[in-house]
């Protein structure tokens, strides 16, 4: 049997090649998932490069406590991307790293130890109790009072990542430079956090709500007035669904890269391979699209900084 199709070629690594060139490698050495990748950043080159096309980008919060932080923060700092959907994590932890430091563990300690310590354990990186809930306290109890004294009774999640990115976060922040670029950022879970338990604690003593409809009025208006949509999406759950979920009502994403951890086999929307969301209109059939399995700190800096190198070169 005879297949005519380009053949595998063998990586040429040399001193001083830039990560562009070797993504570019990689869609000729065809290594199992780095072929993938080359593919994904063949999709992200083209989703970007597609002017009609309103660009989603949904990650979980996990990553915002890693180093993988900056790579979010500099897709959002160049307007790599139009809309953001997260999770309460990301609000936490991007609001605690940027008045206090997490550090570096492993995924093997005596868990019973640190929490003797005041020491949480986020996979391999440790986040002491004052460089979490502590801060958040303090930094969100000072933003509600303020918001309160100038008269805000209601207030949407994306209004709200605004005013966190404005008031209390540095310039190394994903919500600092969401807010400066005026790039919207959802939170459809927005009281599973800590942020959100700082919200909740604020209300028992003022008639402050969070109107989580006035978000998906805005998701309804740009997924409706947008010509072609496309997403990068990592990881499942609330953000990755809600992001499928209102691409359905247009007929689905035009372009859709997705980088996920997780089994397909127990059913769940983590695992869920983008041809799974074909099924339901959520992917158009001929929509150009890619799964990519793995770890995505290791895999989304290494593609957005081959995307990044593409506009050096």
Same mark, same amino acid.
């Given at each position: 049997?005879?297949?005519?199709?380009?053949?595998?070629?063998?990586?040429?690594?040399?001193?001083?090649?830039?990560?562009?060139?070797?993504?570019?490698?990689?869609?000729?050495?065809?290594?199992?998932?780095?072929?993938?990748?080359?593919?994904?950043?063949?999709?992200?080159?083209r989703m970007l490069a597609d002017k009609e096309c309103l660009k989603f980008f949904s990650f979980p919060a996990c990553i915002v406590a890693t180093g %993988?932080?900056? $790579? /979010? #923060?500099?897709?959002?700092?160049?307007?790599?991307?139009?809309?953001?959907?997260?999770?309460? +994590?990301? &609000?936490?932890?991007?609001?605690?790293?940027?008045?206090?430091?997490?550090?570096?563990?492993?995924?093997?300690?005596?868990?019973?130890?640190?929490?003797?310590?005041?020491?949480?354990?986020?996979?391999?990186?440790?986040?002491?109790?004052?460089?979490?809930?502590?801060?958040?306290?303090?930094?969100?109890?000072?933003?509600?009072?303020?918001?309160?004294?100038?008269?805000?009774?209601?207030?949407?999640?994306?209004?709200?990542?605004?005013e966190i990115g404005r008031r209390i976060c540095r310039e190394d922040s994903i919500l600092y430079w969401a807010a400066k670029n005026e790039v919207p950022?959802?939170?459809?879970?927005?009281?599973?956090?800590?942020?959100?338990?700082?919200?909740?604690?604020?209300?028992?003593?003022?008639?402050? %709500?969070?109107? $989580? /409809? #006035?978000?998906?009025?805005?998701?309804?208006?740009?997924?409706?007035?947008?010509?072609?949509? +496309?997403? &990068?999406?990592?990881?499942?759950?609330?953000?990755?669904?809600?992001?499928?979920?209102?691409?359905?009502?247009?007929?689905?994403?035009?372009?859709?890269?997705?980088?996920?951890?997780?089994?397909?086999?127990?059913?769940?929307?983590?695992?869920?391979?983008?041809?799974?969301?074909?099924?339901?209109?959520?992917?158009?059939?001929e929509a150009r699209r890619v799964t990519i399995e793995g770890d995505a700190t290791v895999i989304l800096p290494l593609m957005i900084a081959s995307l990044?190198?593409?506009?050096?070169?």
């Amino acid at each position: 049997m005879t297949v005519e199709t380009e053949k595998v070629r063998d990586y040429s690594l040399r001193s001083g090649m830039t990560v562009a060139e070797l993504v570019r490698q990689m869609g000729e050495a065809w290594g199992f998932t780095a072929g993938k990748i080359a593919v994904g950043v063949d999709i992200l080159r083209r989703m970007l490069a597609d002017k009609e096309c309103l660009k989603f980008f949904s990650f979980p919060a996990c990553i915002v406590a890693t180093g %993988t932080r900056g $790579v /979010l #923060r500099e897709m959002i700092k160049r307007r790599l991307v139009d809309v953001v959907v997260t999770t309460c +994590g990301t &609000l936490d932890h991007d609001l605690a790293r940027s008045w206090r430091s997490y550090h570096r563990g492993s995924f093997i300690m005596d868990d019973a130890e640190l929490h003797r310590r005041g020491v949480n354990r986020l996979g391999n990186i440790l986040v002491p109790n004052e460089s979490y809930g502590l801060i958040i306290e303090e930094k969100m109890q000072q933003l509600l009072t303020e918001l309160w004294r100038e008269g805000v009774r209601e207030i949407s999640s994306r209004e709200l990542c605004w005013e966190i990115g404005r008031r209390i976060c540095r310039e190394d922040s994903i919500l600092y430079w969401a807010a400066k670029n005026e790039v919207p950022v959802y939170i459809p879970g927005l009281t599973d956090g800590a942020v959100g338990y700082q919200i909740w604690l604020f209300s028992q003593d003022h008639k402050f %709500t969070v109107n $989580v /409809l #006035r978000d998906e009025q805005e998701l309804s208006d740009l997924i409706f007035e947008a010509d072609k949509t +496309g997403a &990068l999406i990592v990881g499942g759950g609330i953000s990755k669904h809600h992001v499928i979920w209102w691409n359905q009502f247009r007929g689905g994403l035009d372009y859709a890269v997705y980088i996920t951890s997780a089994p397909e086999w127990d059913g769940s929307l983590s695992g869920a391979k983008l041809r799974e969301a074909v099924s339901w209109g959520k992917v158009k059939e001929e929509a150009r699209r890619v799964t990519i399995e793995g770890d995505a700190t290791v895999i989304l800096p290494l593609m957005i900084a081959s995307l990044i190198g593409d506009d050096r070169d």
